[in-house]
């Protein structure tokens, strides 16, 4: 990473009461498999990656985020259920997806998408976006950590469906430094 760069990302983070839920139905589950669990102060939903970005051009990431319309900024959202990436190889990250009550979630990440690539020339996601919260990551998936996931997988959606839909009302830029012992991440700024 460049001197005067920082590694970030948007982000809608999570209530506190949320996370909590998360990390208590899905960790008896992941205790199972060899995994780096994200820890529960760290799932957020990332809206756009930045990368590394000169600190001289976070103003202009402030201004993109303070041109979204305040109504679009409220989310509505119900955990729906968990899975894992890549979907045709054995998991490496295993993840729970969200459905926003009133799709703006979706418009929004278009929005920066659009905006960013506009400003900055990073390019576009290729890939569809999928609302998701990363849980953990296995770094040396097989066979067996294929069948243990496929079997946890449906005990954790079945929990998942008690919680109940929350209310999220701002998007935040991260900061995000990468540690031995885990991503740090530091909110920088929030609309």
Request: charged share 35%; net charge positive.
């Amino acid at each position: 990473m460049k001197k005067n760069s920082l590694r970030l990302f948007i982000a809608v983070d999570l209530p506190d009461i949320i996370k909590d839920k998360i990390e208590a139905i899905t960790k008896p589950f992941l205790n199972k498999i060899n995994c780096k669990k994200v820890k529960k102060e760290n799932f957020h939903l990332t809206l756009k990656f930045l990368g590394n970005i000169d600190i001289n051009l976070i103003e202009k990431i402030e201004n993109i985020m303070d041109s979204i319309e305040k109504e679009e900024i409220r989310f509505y959202f119900k955990l729906q259920d968990s899975g894992y990436f890549p979907y045709n190889r054995y998991p490496s990250v295993l993840w729970i997806s969200l459905k926003d009550e009133m799709n703006n979630i979706l418009k929004i990440n278009e929005y920066l998408e659009n905006k960013i690539e506009e400003t900055f020339g990073i390019k576009k996601e290729k890939r569809r976006f999928v609302p998701h919260i990363t849980i953990a990551r296995i770094r040396k998936s097989n066979e067996k950590i294929l069948y243990k996931v496929e079997d946890f997988l449906p005990k954790i959606n079945k929990e998942l469906q008690r919680i109940e839909i929350f209310e999220v009302k701002k998007i935040i830029l991260f900061k995000s430094e990468l540690k031995k012992e885990g991503a740090i991440y530091t909110p920088l700024y929030e609309v």
